[in-house]
């Protein structure tokens, strides 16, 4: 599986910002997609989570109400980030698992990893 993450910018905080992941060779019909992110000196964490058969999701608390998974299809994901905080401030990555989907929102449930894309958020 390959994934390329695009979207991520500087931003106020209280705007918005929409990543995309953009995924490609998947040889199973089931899939999980995963964003996770990393700030500096901090561990990688799971914002959101979603199933590929039927786009069950998973936020974690920190964004839940302010953060939306989404599907188009198997190729297409979607972040959308509203309300931003400057603790939002991270790299961005989009992961998959082909051929199951991750129960926990948790980086060692995924194999496959974008580059990460950058979201700065001012205060």
């Known amino acids: 599986v390959q994934l390329v993450e695009s979207g991520g910018g500087l931003v106020q905080a209280g705007g918005s910002l929409r990543l995309s992941c953009a995924a490609s060779?998947?040889?199973?019909?089931?899939?999980?997609i995963g964003w996770f992110r990393q700030a500096p000196g901090k561990e990688r964490e799971g914002v959101a989570c979603?199933?590929?058969?039927?786009?069950?999701t998973y936020y974690a608390d920190s964004i839940k109400g302010r953060f939306t998974v989404s599907s188009d299809n198997k190729n297409m994901h979607y972040l959308r980030m509203n309300s931003l905080k400057p603790e939002d401030t991270a790299v961005y990555y989009c992961?998959?698992?082909?051929?199951?989907?991750?129960?926990?929102?948790?980086?060692?449930?995924?194999?496959?990893w974008g580059q990460g894309t950058q979201v700065t958020v001012s205060s």
């Open positions: 992961a998959a698992l082909d051929g199951m989907y991750g129960r926990y929102c948790q980086t060692w449930e995924y194999d496959h």
């Open positions: 979603i199933r590929g058969s039927d786009y069950t």
């Open positions: 060779k998947f040889t199973r019909d089931e899939y999980g």
